[in-house]
């Protein structure tokens, strides 16, 4: 067995979107590279929610 050699970042994307071409076609390709992800989003706003009942003083005490 071959030890595996890791390609670099380029080529690796590259790859994977000649994949997609070929499975997929131009358009279906396209769209699932412009699918946003709803779980960043979620993560963004609950950090923000977090972060507008924050009381910073009290933060900075606990945590120094």
Known sequence: MEPAVLTNETQLIQQAVQ???EKLGTTDTNRFL???STERLES???HQTWQKDL???GFF???F
């Open 19 to 21: 994949i997609l071409l």
């Open 34 to 36: 412009a699918l946003k």
């Open 44 to 46: 963004v706003l609950r």
């Open 55 to 57: 009381d910073k003083d």
């Open 61 to 63: 005490d606990e945590v």
